[in-house]
């Protein structure tokens, strides 16, 4: 199976400031098929990206998914305050689709 | 608009057994892959299972296969989970989710507790 590693655990940033979350595999993504998902406490997971970089519908365009092979980044490029969450990524590349561990960003 | 309910949770003693649906409204069942997904608490997420609109595709993770069983009626827009050998490290939310290059859609969740 395919492990994703995400990078920082946790990231303490203000208001305004950009944050970059990393996400790296164990082996190359087929067809950077990688997605993104934000998590606030007490919700069920909210669709950001697919395809490494395509937004899903309803996405700010503040949120922007980049990366190939095996390297992945989510950038949020202002932060919001309802930015503050949990963001996972995830890989339906290969049979056995996985998680990485997630990264929180916090104020 | 696209809905999907989980039910069937609750409390189980560990070796025991649980079935899992999830009602799903607003789209066609039979165009789409649709999978689980666990969260145990405090914990991060984990894919557990996908079934294809045919259910001719079916993979599951290897801390539930044997013991999991993923399926659906798309006649009456149900997927299920059933779920036996339950252990301790099962207790967790289970979300229902459509697949379609990643998950666009979940439940709210139901929780799964094995207690004895």
């Known amino acids: 199976e395919i492990v994703l590693t995400q990078s920082p655990g946790t990231l303490s940033l203000s208001p305004g400031e950009r944050a970059t979350l990393s996400c790296r595999a164990s082996?190359?993504?087929?067809?950077?098929?990688i997605a993104w998902y934000q998590q606030k406490p007490g919700q069920a997971p909210r669709f950001l990206i697919t395809?490494?970089?395509t937004w899903a519908a309803g996405t700010p365009d503040r949120f922007i998914g980049s990366g190939s092979g095996t390297d992945f980044t989510l950038t949020i490029s202002r932060l919001e305050p309802e930015d503050f969450a949990v963001y996972y990524c995830?890989?339906?590349?290969?049979?056995?689709?996985?998680f990485g561990q997630g990264t929180k960003v916090e104020i | 608009q696209v809905q999907l309910v989980e039910s069937g949770g609750g409390l189980v003693k560990p070796g025991g057994s649980l079935r899992l649906s999830c009602a799903t409204s607003?789209?066609?069942?039979?165009?789409?892959?649709m999978s689980w997904i666990r969260q145990a608490p405090g914990k991060g997420l984990e894919w557990i299972s996908y079934?294809?609109?045919?259910?001719?595709?079916?993979h599951y993770a290897d801390s539930v296969k044997g013991r999991f069983t993923i399926s659906r009626d798309n006649a009456k827009n149900l997927v299920y989970l059933q779920m036996n050998n339950l252990r301790a490290d099962d207790t967790a939310v289970y979300y229902c989710?459509?697949?379609?290059?990643?998950?666009?859609?979940w439940g709210e969740g139901a929780q799964v507790t094995v207690s004895s």
């Open positions: 079934i294809s609109g045919g259910s001719d595709t079916i």
């Open positions: 395809g490494a970089s």
């Open positions: 607003g789209f066609r069942l039979s165009d789409y892959f």
């Open positions: 989710t459509r697949a379609n290059f990643g998950f666009d859609y």
């Open positions: 082996q190359t993504v087929t067809n950077n098929n």
């Open positions: 995830q890989q339906y590349g290969s049979s056995a689709w996985t």
